[in-house]
């Protein structure tokens, strides 16, 4: 039996699968290195995931694959966190892009795009990552994200740009006003989180023109700073995986068509593809 780890920053689905029978999905809370330590990991996991595990003989490997693990000394925050608690298993730590590249492409040269919680994009030549523009994290960068989006509908909302049917229904939305959004955002842990939480008023208003249009802007810079800038962007498939491509679709499309790019898939769970890619490839 082996472990498959899809981790955001939100939320981290757990499938246990193989000889096992029927397969066994556990949900903890997401994991993000770069903002908590292995002990803070570890802690989250015994409360949320060992009490619900299956027998842990029979796991012989875990593939996890998450939000801020780019880096070697983030992966092994992580594994350290998550050795412990698998003493027999060997523990494989890579980031969610590579997770996604496999689940969609599998052995397929192409183009994959997250855009969920946070964004990122790469080239994947059918094995291997050969070239990723840096999404640059909710800051700098991560257009195309739930993050982002929920960051231009703050944005008009304390400078007071949105227009004022749409700022009660906000307001109806969240309780949070201008305050409490900066102080969520530059003071409290998990900026992205907070932002990305704001993201489904959007998906809930997607039909009004000033919500279209901000939906739009946010896949239009993810086109234009990231996935345009990939050689033979438009002849090569290009997929996306995560919530936020999936319910607004209708307009990531209409902004590929503009740039003249073929969106051939989007999902916004890659556990079966990454379940597919496992069980006929061993690491």
């Not at 409360?47 to 998450?66: D, T």
């Not at 969240?174 to 998906?203: E, G, Q």
Request: charged content about 25%.
């Amino acid at each position: 039996m082996i472990a498959i780890v899809d981790s955001g920053s939100t939320k981290s689905n757990w499938l246990f699968t193989g000889d096992i029978g029927k397969d066994i999905s556990i949900r903890t809370t997401g994991i993000n290195p770069f903002y908590q330590t292995a002990d803070d990991i570890k802690q989250t996991l015994e409360k949320e995931l060992v009490p619900n595990l299956p027998q842990m003989k029979l796991i012989s490997a875990v593939y996890f694959y998450g939000a801020g693990c780019e880096m070697p000394a983030q992966q092994a925050i992580v594994e350290k966190a998550i050795a412990p608690l698998f003493p027999s298993c060997i523990v494989h730590v890579d980031n969610d892009l590579i997770a996604a590249a496999r689940s969609v492409l599998g052995e397929q040269e192409g183009i994959c795009c997250i855009s969920g919680t946070g964004s990122n994009t790469c080239y994947y030549d059918g094995k291997k990552i050969s070239r990723n523009i840096n999404s640059l994290g909710l800051y700098m960068g991560d257009e195309g994200s739930g993050g982002y989006l929920g960051k231009l509908l703050a944005r008009d909302y304390i400078r007071e740009s949105m227009p004022a049917y749409i700022r009660e229904r906000f307001e109806v939305f969240t309780p949070d006003r201008k305050s409490d959004i900066m102080d969520k955002v530059y003071r409290k842990p998990f900026p992205n989180r907070y932002l990305a939480s704001l993201a489904p008023f959007a998906i809930l208003h997607k039909s009004e023109s000033y919500i279209a249009e901000l939906i739009e802007e946010n896949f239009r810079l993810l086109f234009e700073n990231c996935i345009c800038r990939y050689e033979r962007y438009q002849e090569l498939p290009v997929r996306f995986i995560g919530s936020v491509a999936l319910h607004l679709q209708t307009s990531l499309e209409k902004i590929a068509n503009e740039k003249g790019v073929r969106v051939d898939k989007i999902t916004d769970d890659p556990m079966q593809g990454l379940k597919d890619y496992h069980l006929t490839h061993s690491l």
